[in-house]
Structure formats: C-alpha cells, structure tokens
C-alpha cells in the first residue's frame, strides 16, 4: 500500500513540493519514509501542558532514529479550571471540535502517514481522539501526566489534597486568608493534570483502556523519569505502526479498528469501573460517532448497570488520588480485573499489537512474570515542586495488591455492584440525564426535594451563598447546554460551594450543563433535551418538586401532565423569546454563536449535529 505522503513527496509534479519540504529541514534521503504527525498541545497557560514543548523535541528525535520522519503541529489547549466560574468556560466544550479540526486540517493538508498525540487535559485528548478516528490512519497517544497531589495543613490535621480542595477551604463560611493562602500554594504544587479523576486523568486513563496507548499512559504522575521512556516508546511504536499498515497491509492498528463498538465498551466498562468523570459519556459518544460504530447513551446505561465499580479516587473518595491508583495498578489492573470477571471484550485489538486479553494480563502487577510491570508501577510522587517533566525518580516502597480492601478491588469486594456513572430517565429529561453515582452520598441516591430554580450558573451561585438554597432544595440550573449556553460549561463551582455549605449532603443539582470530573454530591447534568431545545427543564417552577431515584435510574418532576402542557403552551406564545433565558445577560460571540446553532444535543455527546447540517445545506441547494 502507498504512503499517503507519497502524492506530496514523489514524482516530477513534487518538485517545488520537495523544495518546500527541504526548507523544513527535511532530507533528500528521508523521502519515502513516513511522515509522522506530532500533534502537541503544549501551552504556558495549562498546568497537564507546561511541560510538552520539550517533549516534542524528545519524540521528535526517537521518530526520526525509528526511520520515521517528524513533522510537530501545535494545537490549543484550553484549561477549564481557570476558564471556570466565568463566561470562559464556554469556550471549553467548542475547543473540542476546534482541537479536532486542527489535527484533521493539518494532516490531510500535508497528507502526513501516522500521527502521534501529545495531550492531556479535558477537551484535548478526547478532541484528537475524535481527529485520529476521522483521520483513521495509525495513531498512538502519550499524556502529560497527573500532577502530584499537595499537603496542606488544615486546622491541626496535615492532608492530601487536589486543585478542588481550594473551593472546599475558600468558600466555607469561617475561611480565614491565612488559609486561603496556604491551600493556593499547596494545591497544585507540579506540572501535570489535576491529581483526581477528574475529566483528563479519565480521559487518559481511557485511551490506555481502548489500547491507544501504552500502559502507564493515564496514571505515572508528570514529573516521573518513568515516562520518559513511555514518549520514547511511543515514538518507536508509532514508525512501527506505520510500516505494519502501509507495507504490510495491517488494519488491526487502525483507530477504527481499535475503537470499534466492543472497544468503545471496553472504555465505558473502564470509566463505570474508576468512577470516572461525566464528562467520558460526552466524549465517547462524540468519538464513536466518528469512529462510525454504533454506540449511544443507551449502551452506557446497560453497562452502567453491569459493571461494578472497582476503584474509588478523589472526589469519590477522600485523599486517595491518580498516584495511588498508579501503586495499586492502575488501568492494567483494573481491566484485568474486569476481564477475570467477564466484563470485558478480550479480542479487541491494541497499539502494542497485542490483543487485550494478553496486553492486560502481561502488565497486571500480580503477574510473576513481569518485573517491568511492578517496576513501572512503584514509580511515586518525588514531593517537590516541580514544572519539569522527568524531574524526579522516587518509588514506593512497595505496590498495592490488595484487592479486597484496596485502591483497586477485584469483583468480588467491589466498591458497588454497579458503575461509578448512571444514566436516569423521566418525564424532566426523557432523553437521558447523567450522575457520577460514585460520588453521591448514599442517603441522596433516593431523594425528594423543592426547586429553586436559575438561569445561569451565576444565578445559581449567587442563591446558593445568600443563603435561599437550604437542605431539601434542588438546584435548577438551565439553558447552559450545548446549544443554549452556548458550549455547555462545568457547574463545577457551585456544587463545591454547596458542599462548602454544609449542603453536600442535604441538597441536590440539576442542569442541562455539564460537570466536571471533580464534582461530587447529587450533581445531575447533561439533561436532554436541553432548555433551549424545548426540554421540560425550561418549565420547572420554584418549589415544584423533583425526585431521584438512582438504583432506579428515575429522574421525575412531581407536576401534573396537563399543568406541563398548560406551560408549554405559555412558553411557545411567546414567539421568539420562547425556549431563551429570561434573566440572563451574556454577550454571546459570533464563533460561540456558530457552535451553538450547529451542536446536537447530550445525549449525542455534544458533537456537530450532523442532521441539521445535511438540513442546511438541503436548503441551500434549493435556494
């Protein structure tokens, strides 16, 4: 089989295409071989990026000592923890199909072999993704790396904490600034992903479940000298995955080969498994439909009831964290779990060439077999601040292998019987509605609450810190989905001020936003239909009553059918103001504008509305 490189490097028609080729520094000698693709996602402005500029450099070397021929892009990078709490975080979802546009602009423009992704935080991994399944040519992905997790000594106890203990300390009533200052330091103290399962550990964890990448990928914290060698890896892997499809004719390395509908619920087993953020559901959904399989929010509700959750990290579980994980395993261990207990596909195949019954088997730390595999995962946090990559080399004395009341627990001693997410339904969201069940306490999984009902996450925030928002209330926080927001933002503050409150326990949210990983509490989002789509959240009322029941997966509002109807019908008499925001000023950009008009709803993944584009340009056509 051809290179698709071959039509911008060969024949006499090339000429002036070699010239410019040379001007990049390519080789006379170097025609002919692949072009490798590295789409690195480094920016100063992300904590999981600071470090990937160098990095390119790295892999860029062992491509080209591979016989392969490296050709970096960049991509941007959007860093929701800093884009929250503001009209920033509407621009995090969009980034999305931004990031996975770049990668498909890039590569078909400059006709490159194989692509290796360098991301790791929320939108990007996913995004390029999503670009490596529109693209399908050989694709290998390598993360950043989770950040450390902090110490911090509060009121007389010395913790372990995340980004999202800052919200914790600094929203509580009798929060001093002394303390807030001390948790800023502490927080964050390395370069990396932020230290819990929040969106882009999950997200990188799920790559490495897919088998796009390589074990180890979601869970060697950052500044590990251990992963340097996975970029070396990679980088070798990747030019051998390029001949073995191109002169060998293998599909098997393909992405769509690797995230076919078995694969996808290999991933959905993993992210049910570690409790994984809601925001997977969004982005698998989005990557299958470009992976072409059929896969859909129903899938994700049956395997949510068929898989036991098998390990807890923060928020889901206090001061247990990415590095932790690591120890006890990480991703091998815990689909070698799933895979003993008959819950995973074994013959889907992997980057390695491997399929996954043997992939995961060879690197789970109990195998006596593989020395390397408990080498890799003794790698540890060093404790020092640090913005470099492979700055330190500390291990841990010894591994987690306790799967009765570990980090990660075999089927058996599960942490519950089914998934870390769930999937509800009812007439307030009949075409679906997610909760990270792993972090709901347990008196909430049945709960019966009074709305108090906002507008914008703004609103919301405001009623929550003045006090209106009391134990029993259930927050009701609208028109921020894809399409209303536009793009969808995290409510992540207000459910950490909540908890701040007292109220993690005693009140519940609802949204058609979004959360993110770090969210915990009766936190539903992603409600379908959205409010600007004509969703029954648009009719809800302060003090109607909601209820949740999620063994049940029910999500209900207590209001009468011919009462709803009665609001509808207000709603639509009047005209164009019908299915908007009545208490909401935002400027809206025009690019934010295009993204709500074209986005398809949750329960889709978010993605492009593929249906309302074919409508356009029917339209279009006829004039």
């Known amino acids: 089989m051809k290179l698709r490189s071959d039509r911008v490097t060969k024949g006499a028609l090339n000429t002036g295409v070699r010239a410019l080729w040379r001007a990049t520094g390519t080789q006379p000698e170097e025609f002919g071989r692949p072009i490798i693709g590295i789409a690195n ?13 160098a990095l390119g450099r790295l892999v860029a070397k062992e491509i080209r ?8 892009f960049n991509t941007i990078a959007v860093d929701d923890g800093i884009a929250m709490s503001h009209e920033g975080m509407m621009y995090s979802l969009p980034s999305r199909d931004l990031i996975a546009d770049a990668c498909e602009y890039m590569a078909n423009a400059h006709a490159i072999d194989a692509m290796i992704c ?31 997790s902090g110490k911090f000594d509060y009121r007389g106890q010395t913790r372990r904490i995340d980004a999202i203990d800052t919200i914790y300390v600094s929203s509580a009533p009798d929060a001093t600034q002394a303390e807030m200052d001390a948790v800023e330091e502490a927080a964050c103290p390395t370069c990396g992903s932020c230290a819990l399962m929040g969106t882009a550990n999950s997200m990188n964890c799920l790559t490495e479940a897919l088998g796009m990448a390589l074990p ?16 070396k890896k990679a980088a ?22 690797i995230c076919s509908r078995e694969g996808l619920e290999n991933a959905v087993r993993m992210t049910m498994a570690i409790g994984g ?14 992976a072409g399989a059929d896969f859909s929010i129903d899938d994700f509700d049956r395997i949510s009831r068929d898989t036991p959750c098998l390990c807890k990290v923060s928020p889901s579980a ?12 990480g991703v091998m261990s815990v689909a070698h779990e799933l895979l003993k207990a008959g819950k995973y596909n074994g013959n889907v195949p992997t980057v390695l060439g491997q399929p996954v019954t043997e992939y995961c088997a060879d690197w789970d730390i109990t195998n006596p077999d593989n020395e390397d595999a408990r080498k890799l995962f003794s790698a540890g946090p060093g404790g020092i601040r640090s913005i470099r990559a492979f700055s330190q080399s500390s291990r841990f004395k010894e591994l987690d292998t306790d799967r009765e009341n570990g980090v990660i627990r075999s089927a058996k001693h599960a942490f519950t019987a089914d998934g870390g997410l769930a999937v509800l339904r009812g007439n307030l969201a009949p075409d679906s509605c997610v909760v990270k069940s792993a972090g709901v306490p347990d008196n909430l999984w049945q709960f019966r609450g009074t709305a108090i009902v906002s507008e914008s996450m703004e609103e919301a925030l405001e009623k929550i810190q003045n006090g209106t928002v009391q134990a029993g209330n259930v927050v009701v926080i609208r028109y921020e989905g894809p399409r209303g927001g536009p793009g969808m933002r995290e409510m992540l503050t207000p459910t950490g001020v909540m908890k701040a409150m007292g109220l993690g326990d005693k009140a519940g949210l609802i949204t058609d936003g979004r959360f993110s990983g770090a969210t915990s509490g009766l936190s539903v989002g992603h409600v379908s239909p959205e409010a600007a789509s004509g969703g029954v959240i648009a009719l809800v009322q302060d003090g109607d009553v909601i209820e949740f029941d ?3 997966r029910r999500v209900h509002l207590d209001v009468p059918d011919d009462e709803l109807a009665r609001r509808r019908d207000e709603m639509n008499a009047r005209g164009d103001k019908a299915w908007k925001p009545t208490t909401r000023q935002r400027q809206v950009s025009t690019a934010l504008r295009v993204f709500g008009l074209m986005a398809g709803s949750a329960d889709k993944g978010g993605a492009r509305d593929t249906e309302r584009l074919a409508r356009l340009e029917r339209l279009s056509a006829e004039g």
């Open 318 to 329: 206090h001061e247990v964290f990415i590095e932790d994980m690591h120890r006890a395993g």
């Open 550 to 552: 999620i063994p049940n």
């Open 236 to 257: 070798h892997r990747i030019v051998e995955m390029a001949r073995a499809y191109y002169r060998d004719g293998d599909e098997s390395l393909l992405p769509r080969s």
């Open 41 to 53: 996602s480094f920016t100063e402005m992300v904590p999981g990026h600071v470090h990937l500029q």
């Open 65 to 72: 000592a591979a016989g392969g021929v490296p050709k970096e």
């Open 118 to 148: 360098l991301s790791n935080c929320d939108k990007i991994t996913p995004a390029m993704l999503m670009a490596a399944n529109r693209l399908n040519i050989p694709t290998i992905f390598v993360s950043g790396g989770p950040m450390e």
């Open 277 to 290: 953020s809601t925001n997977t559901i969004l982005h698998l959904l989005a990557v299958a439909r470009e």
């Open 216 to 231: 180890g990928n979601g869970t060697i914290v950052a500044t590990h000298t251990d992963r340097e060698d996975l970029f």
